[in-house]
């Protein structure tokens, strides 16, 4: 008999025999049941080429040999409110307070692509990000930021192209080499299908505007991430772990196969391919689900694909904490979910890093808010001690044991999205969201049942009034951008303007590559609503079939 079998016969059924086990639920957020104690038997099926070295194929121990003793991950804070300005100034203050990456979030027009003057815009200008409508409001949300030295991402997926182009077209007119230029694009249109629904056109054009970022950026913006695979926006929406890795995974498989379509050579976009998940409330369960990750999608890049470079097969990705975790009760609370969320995900290797504010249930991060949020990383970085290991988890049977159990279960559910025809296929089928209602539906149950506990909510409950400032938005926000809209149409020349759209239009009606096209109506002062409004009249807008 094993040794392990035998303590468990024996010493553990002898203690709980004293003290029986709490009345709680041990399984993870995937409903992953742990058991007592690991030992050296359950991880022996683990193979080196499983596990390997930092550095190294398949890359479980992360994609650095390194990691974190040359350089910390990038601490890139979410931000973008109001109009350019009052976001420039918290770019600013963020910077100063040691951030060392930007990330940009829109108002809700934006990513629907809509200015900010549209009937549809009214009272959203501002709300949940940033305005921006223009070349002109990208000047003056990047004002004395160099686009050289200081990354930036942005969280922006069916205007991408045009968002992407206004970026390009600010660093052009300061004289800047965009060869030189770093970032990301979040642009992973897919999971807005599957979770956030922040689609225009069809599933399929869409796609089309993805790929052409894959094409043109390896050829003109070699240091940029053209997009950012977001698994986030699937876990929020209710998804297990276990679901949010595998249709992330799936999404990305999905927009190799299409840039492969086009006849792209996979080991000059690959390297460019980033990726970003969101980091829970169950430890273990997240630190497993980052080395799976990079598991998975090493092999499968290798040896389903084809790639030949090994930084097509490394993974890289930037990681927040869950923001579907806060609670409006007891916002203070929040603090701590938030250190050991963001703990968990730097001993799961991630790249990059944004840490939620206390009080992003309620409203806006306050900026004090925001600073906390920055400091709890820097913590970790400098006063832990985490970071001077590279893996430090590495080996542990448990961590071992939930890393296998995790690329099982999303590797099966990859291979029924195959089976199904792939990723539009599923999503045209209502198989993601079932999927993730059933999930959501589950943990709201043992919610309810207090079964699971949350702090706060539905235990340890208290009835003091909150006492949390909150961040309102100005309604002269929209006002100030709807003068300012006014003026670049009455500033800017016209013909320019109307040749430019022009241009979009053939480059969307023949299957061109539409990037030079929006780079120009950047540079000619077309807003973001008539390009997408060009592209609304070519692709049509899409409307999401009702499932049962």
């Not at 009052?86 to 940009?104: D, I, M, P, V, Y």
């Not at 790249?351 to 913590?379: C, G, K």
């Not at 291979?415 to 025809?421: C, K, V």
């Not at 709807?482 to 670049?488: K, Q, T």
Request: with cysteine; glycine share 6%; hydrophobic share 40%.
């Amino acid at each position: 008999m094993p040794r392990k079998n035998e303590w468990l016969q024996t010493q553990y059924q002898k203690a709980i025999s004293k003290f029986p086990e709490r009345q709680y639920n041990f399984k993870t957020l995937s409903d992953i049941d742990p058991e007592p104690l690991y030992t050296a038997d359950d991880t022996a099926d683990l193979k080196d080429e499983d596990l390997g070295y930092p550095g190294e194929y398949p890359y479980t121990r992360g994609v650095q040999a390194s990691m974190y003793r040359a350089k910390l991950w990038t601490m890139r804070m979410f931000a973008g409110f109001g109009s350019a300005e009052q976001t420039n100034e918290r770019f600013k203050a963020l910077l100063g307070a040691g951030q060392t990456g930007l990330s940009t979030a829109f108002d809700l027009p934006t990513l629907m692509g809509y200015d900010s003057d549209h009937p549809f815009s009214r009272g959203e200008v501002g709300k949940c990000g940033v305005a921006v409508a223009s070349l002109a409001d990208m000047e003056i949300l990047f004002q004395d930021i160099n686009p050289e030295t200081v990354t930036t991402s942005m969280t922006i997926n069916s205007p991408a192209n045009a968002i992407w182009a206004m970026y390009i077209a600010n660093a052009q007119k300061q004289g800047h080499d965009i060869t030189k230029v770093g970032g990301t694009i979040q642009n992973d249109i897919l999971k807005e299908f599957i979770a956030q629904k922040e689609f225009i056109f069809p599933p399929e054009p869409s796609v089309k505007l993805v790929i052409d970022t894959f094409e043109w950026a390896p050829r003109y913006m070699p240091k940029w991430n053209f997009i950012s695979v977001s698994g986030y926006h699937i876990r929020e929406a209710g998804s297990t772990a276990v679901q949010e890795l595998a249709f992330t995974l799936a999404d990305g498989f999905h927009y190799v196969e299409k840039a492969l379509e086009r006849g792209l050579d996979i080991d000059e976009f690959a390297p460019r391919i980033s990726f970003f998940f969101d980091v829970h409330n169950d430890f273990f369960e997240e630190i497993a689900k980052f080395r799976a990750a990079r598991r998975i999608w090493a092999r499968e890049m290798r040896h389903r694909y084809g790639a030949k470079n090994p930084r097509s097969w490394m993974l890289r990705t930037h990681a927040q904490t869950a923001g579907v975790s806060l609670t409006a009760q007891q916002p203070h609370n929040n603090i701590a979910r938030v250190a050991i969320q963001a703990l968990a995900a730097v001993l799961g290797g991630t790249n990059s890093l944004h840490t939620d504010s206390f009080d992003e249930a309620l409203a806006l991060p306050t900026e004090e808010a925001a600073t906390i949020a920055l400091r709890t990383q820097q913590i970790i970085a400098y006063e832990t001690g985490v970071a001077g290991v590279v893996d430090p988890l590495g080996g542990s049977y448990y961590v071992e044991s939930l890393t296998h159990s995790i690329e099982q279960q999303a590797m099966q559910y990859i291979q029924q999205i195959r089976d199904l025809g792939g990723v539009e296929a599923g999503i045209e089928m209502g198989y993601y969201a079932r999927e993730i209602q059933e999930a959501a539906y589950q943990y709201q149950k043992e919610v309810d049942r207090k079964e699971r506990l949350i702090v706060g909510v539905n235990a340890f409950t208290d009835d003091r009034p909150l006492n949390v400032p909150i961040q309102l938005i100005d309604p002269v926000v929209e006002k100030i951008q709807a003068e300012r809209l006014a003026r670049v149409r009455r500033e800017r020349d016209p013909w320019q303007a109307q040749q430019a759209l022009e241009a979009l239009r053939d480059a969307a009606t023949m299957g061109l590559n539409t990037m030079p096209a929006f780079i120009e109506c950047a540079h000619a002062y077309c807003t973001l609503g008539e390009m997408m409004d060009v592209l609304r009249k070519v692709y049509g807008e899409y409307t999401e079939p009702v499932t049962l």
